[in-house]
């Protein structure tokens, strides 16, 4: 599994969340890919999550989404 965490202290530039952009999710797979391969698990399912921390005025908003993207 890997995990991708993105913060955000303001919305100027949008949430955690959409900071995860389809560029940023292929450089995170290519690079789960070279790990992986490099660990001899290339064959092995490969599970990615987002953990999005949101500031507001209260505090952090945490958001979690379980496989979030896939390799495909």
Do not use: Q
């Not at 999550?49 to 507001?56: L, S, Y």
């Amino acid at each position: 599994m890997f995990v991708e965490v993105k913060e955000r202290r303001g919305e100027s530039h949008g949430s955690a969340v959409e900071a995860v952009t389809e560029r940023k999710r292929a450089r995170v797979v290519r690079a789960a890919r070279i790990y992986a391969a490099t660990k001899g698990l290339s064959e092995s399912p490969i599970r990615f999550d987002v953990v999005a921390i949101d500031w507001g005025p209260d505090g952090p908003h945490l958001r979690h989404d379980e496989d979030a993207f896939s390799a495909a």
